[in-house]
């Protein structure tokens, strides 16, 4: 995501390099590139006007202090103006319910959109960081299977779903499913509608009248971003109709360009409250228009980095596994137990991106998600008693893991060999402190060094 508009701007901010100050020709010089970049990826040409004007008009309204040099002073407009673009500061979603009721949030989206994928993450995300007690509630009575994929997602995230099969009619479903969660003590209630066009009359009012019936706290929509420029349009047209509350991206790690996140805020004046970044269920972001900011100028994101390993780390399983760092007693049941954690953090890439300065140095290389594969099933064909005393995995039983696990001999020792300056450098570290973050750290430096397969 957003990896050509990045190359982009700082071919663009390259123009002031050398210049000893700001001046008019060479901002309009910059920033008419600046307008060309934005436009290849596929922002509003209204909004890419504008946004380049304005930053046009502060760029010249400054001096330039001895200290910064134009091109850092364009870099900090240009990311300053890029927040403010997007929102400016994250949206938050209203979730206490009115009079002891529930708190009711209405998806809305086209077909395809990622509705029914993304109720199901953000049901999790209620569920595990906010402490609620969701009810999914599946309203999308045309598509087949629509209610069996629901009740599937509700089963992964541990979610209950509300379904009436035999039942066409939403409102009585929806109002039924609210009966049910007070009943049940269920907090939230996110409601999975149907995809539909804009154009289709019957299928907007049928929403419509959906909306107005339950009255809910937030109505989302949900909005494919791969579709470019389209999803604004899009977006706009449902807007007019629904008047929702917030946009919800998906599909946030494709081939995007990036424009409609980058223009849908502007078009709509709606905020963009949450992205998808990934198929797994924990691949939900809150949307922080400065963070995607610092992206976009290849900047890093380490805040939101902290924040995925915060979600991971089990604060009492890391001072078990402290404890046994500190005795050397670090096995390969622990290094299994980390690399899940990691995994659940997203996609490596996209988390090696959030390192400022690694995004730029890793955009051309293939970082497979499946190299945990061949380390994992090494792992799995030790023995239990080998796995916790990884000193006795001698060369004979070397040998029969390597064949157990489908890879050679020298991986299993590379890997022998890496755990255990791993298992020395992770007790020095723990050491020198003692936070979650350290471990995070070893375990990370575990991924840079495992052997490839």
Do not use: W
């Not at 400065?290 to 980095?305: P, T, Y």
Request: charged letters at 30%; one cysteine or more.
């Amino acid at each position: 995501m957003f990896e050509n508009l990045s190359d982009r701007l700082e071919r663009s901010f390259k123009i002031l390099k050398g210049e000893g100050k700001i001046t008019e020709i060479n901002v309009a010089e910059t920033l008419k590139d600046v307008r060309r970049a934005l436009l290849d990826a596929d922002v509003n040409y209204k909004v890419a006007k504008s946004f380049t004007d304005t930053v046009k008009q502060k760029a010249l309204g400054m001096n330039v202090l001895t200290a910064v040099k134009p091109s850092q002073l364009m870099v900090k407009i240009v990311h300053d103006e890029l927040a403010e673009l997007m929102g400016g500061k994250a949206a938050e979603l209203k979730i206490e319910g009115r009079a002891g009721a529930p708190a009711i949030i209405l998806m809305s989206g086209l077909q395809g959109s990622g509705k029914t994928t993304f109720s199901g993450k953000l049901a999790k995300m209620l569920k595990e960081r906010n402490h609620k007690k969701p009810l999914l509630v599946a309203c999308d009575v045309y598509r087949p299977a629509a209610i069996e994929q629901l009740k599937v997602v509700g089963e992964t995230v541990g979610v209950p779903v509300y379904s009436e099969p035999d039942n066409k009619n939403v409102v009585e479903i929806a109002n039924h499913a609210i009966q049910e969660a007070k009943s049940k003590a269920n907090d939230v209630v996110i409601i999975d509608t149907a995809g539909r066009l804009a154009v289709d009359e019957e299928m907007m009012q049928e929403i419509e009248t959906l909306k107005k019936a339950v009255n809910p706290n937030e109505t989302l929509f949900v909005v494919d971003s791969m579709t470019g420029q389209d999803a604004v349009n899009t977006a706009k047209e449902f807007n007019d109709r629904l008047d929702f509350d917030g946009v919800i991206l998906t599909k946030l790690d494709g081939d995007t360009r990036g424009g409609a996140a980058l223009s849908i805020r502007t078009v709509v004046t709606k905020p963009i409250k949450f992205v998808g970044t990934g198929e797994k269920m924990e691949a939900i972001d809150v949307f922080y228009p400065e963070r995607m900011a610092d992206r976009i100028l290849g900047m890093g994101d380490i805040v939101s980095l902290v924040e995925r390993a915060q979600q991971q780390f089990d604060e009492e399983e890391a001072k078990k596994l402290e404890k046994k760092i500190r005795k050397n007693k670090f096995d390969f049941d622990d290094f299994m137990g980390q690399i899940q954690q990691i995994k659940k953090m997203g996609n490596i890439k996209d988390l090696a991106a959030m390192i400022p300065g690694v995004g730029k140095q890793i955009k051309d290389l293939d970082i497979d998600d499946n190299a945990f594969k061949g380390i994992e099933a090494i792992i799995n064909s030790m023995t239990p008693k080998e796995r916790a005393n990884p000193d006795i995995i001698n060369p004979s039983r070397r040998r029969r893991i390597a064949a157990g696990s489908g890879t050679k001999l020298d991986d299993v020792n590379r890997l022998m060999k890496q755990f255990e300056q791993t298992r020395k450098m992770m007790k020095m570290v723990t050491g020198l402190n003692s936070s979650k973050m350290a471990q995070m750290a070893a375990a990370m430096k575990m991924r840079g060094g495992m052997p490839k397969f």
